[in-house]
């Protein structure tokens, strides 16, 4: 494996893992709909504390879903799309090969029926 491959594929599974948790998905989706938010904005939105906002909004960074910009005392996150247009191309690259992977399957399957006739 390149060492493209394998930093494609740590982008990814970082975006994954940070992907796993429902309430990280919601903070992308408040993110998504109001453009850019504080940690303080966004926790008066969910069920948790803003601490724990805060933990998640570093998971969704580390992963480079969101980014932060200090303006004057607070924090403001926004998402950054290019780490998820990554993941969603390397999706798009794993259901094309395992369609080619079934498309072949059918074939053999379909060839040994006509020959079994």
């Given amino acids: 494996m390149t060492d493209e491959r394998r930093g494609v ?24 709909a109001q453009g850019e938010a504080t940690a ?5 939105r969910l069920p948790v504390s803003r601490q724990a906002v805060v933990k998640h909004l570093a998971v969704l960074d580390a992963a480079g879903l969101v980014s932060g910009s200090r ?3 607070e924090v403001r996150y926004a998402v950054r799309p290019a780490a998820l247009d990554a993941t969603a191309r390397w999706m798009a690259a794993l259901a094309a090969d395992w369609d ?18």
């Fill in 100 to 117: 080619r992977r079934l498309a072949n399957i059918k074939r053999i399957a379909e060839a040994a029926e006509r020959d079994s006739r």
């Fill in 71 to 73: 303006v004057g005392r």
């Fill in 9 to 32: 594929g740590a982008a990814v599974d970082s975006v994954l893992v940070a992907l796993a948790d429902p309430t990280r998905r919601q903070l992308l989706d408040l993110l998504a």
């Fill in 40 to 44: 303080t904005t966004l926790a008066e």
